[in-house]
């Protein structure tokens, strides 16, 4: 399969008029992000749902290459706009540069999807990305309002993760289900097990990303992620101080925290129960995408791969 999108990417971006130097930019920022999110992970989370509803690979394509695309332009965008990962090619180029790629790679998302045959599948995929697009700018945007807040609320947290990281899973399976056919009550069912999908995934990235000092930026920069803002909800007054103090000294670089205070904020971590919170609140979605999955009526062969996804 991977070698299908692939050729669908490359004739894409052959048709596309780009210069030669852009179209090797671009793949080699595709190739930088499977490193991370795994080689095609949004087009391959697409067409396994259009498969799982009995949709067939060549339908599903130009759907997924456009998710895939649009999750890559997302990523660039969010990754500049958090000045956040350092070590990715669009970081180490000027911001306007890696602003103008990712509006170039944004087109050809478009491009892709123009590509759909059927008009009716092409305006309801076209109305899911833009309503996404819109949905992650606004919780982006809310993300920046939240940065100058001392403290937000879980629920608050919650609203944020659902419009980025839910919001894109959830399209992608959405995008699936819609090329595969499914009746309506099916596609929205596969969005909301697409929702959750993004809801694990965040949850596990912010708690391991939380004391990751040497990689990752999240409590240097003081971002409202789930072990944040859980502790900022639930600590007394001295260790809220405590762990005041300790942000204060994240912010002016990570030689501020000292090995004694690393282990300080572990040791806050464990024994206010952050892990196990996490853990509940992830294996909380878990079980409500397994009960999505056990009521959907799909065969067990097609639906096999979904559940794959979950475990």
């Known amino acids: 399969m991977d ?3 692939a050729k669908e990417i490359n004739l894409l971006l052959t048709n596309s008029g780009l210069s030669n130097g852009i179209v090797i930019t671009i793949n080699s920022w595709l190739d930088s992000n499977f490193r991370i999110k795994g080689r095609y992970g949004w087009a391959q989370l ?3 749902t259009c498969e799982s509803t009995g949709g067939v690979l060549e339908v599903g394509l130009q759907g997924a290459v456009a998710m895939e695309l649009y999750a890559l332009a997302a990523d660039i965008m969010d990754d500049i706009q958090d ?5 990715l090619p669009w970081r180490k180029v000027p911001s306007a540069q890696a602003i103008n790629i990712a509006t ?3 087109v050809l998302s478009h491009k892709a999807l123009s590509t759909i045959s059927n008009r009716r599948h092409f305006e309801e995929i076209s109305d899911v990305l833009n309503q996404m697009g819109l949905q992650a700018c606004d919780g982006q945007f809310q993300e920046f309002l939240n940065d100058s807040k001392e403290r937000i609320s879980l629920e608050e947290y ?3 993760i659902k419009k980025k990281s839910g919001g894109l899973t959830a399209s992608a399976c959405k995008i699936g289900a819609i090329l595969g056919g499914a009746e309506q009550t099916l ?3 596969l969005e909301q097990f697409g929702m959750k999908l993004g809801l694990m995934s965040q949850i596990k990235n912010d708690l391991d990303d939380f004391l990751d000092f040497e990689t990752k930026s999240d409590f240097v920069k003081g971002r409202k992620t789930l072990p944040f803002v859980y502790l900022l909800n639930v600590l007394n007054e001295r260790k809220a101080e405590e762990l005041k103090y300790l942000s204060s000294l994240a912010t002016i670089g990570l030689g501020g925290l000292a090995s ?5 904020l572990r040791k806050l971590v464990v024994n206010e129960g952050t892990i ?3 853990s509940v609140i992830y294996e909380m979605y878990k079980q409500r995408a397994m009960q999505i999955l056990e009521s959907i009526s799909i065969s067990e062969k097609r639906k096999e791969k979904l559940i794959q996804l979950v475990r």
């Open 187 to 189: 596609v929205e069912l």
């Open 276 to 278: 196990h919170y996490c």
């Open 46 to 48: 697409t067409l396994i």
């Open 83 to 87: 000045q956040d990962n350092n070590e």
């Open 260 to 264: 004694k205070e690393r282990g300080q």
């Open 104 to 106: 170039c790679i944004l």
């Open 3 to 5: 070698q299908i999108i």
């Open 158 to 160: 919650f609203e944020i």
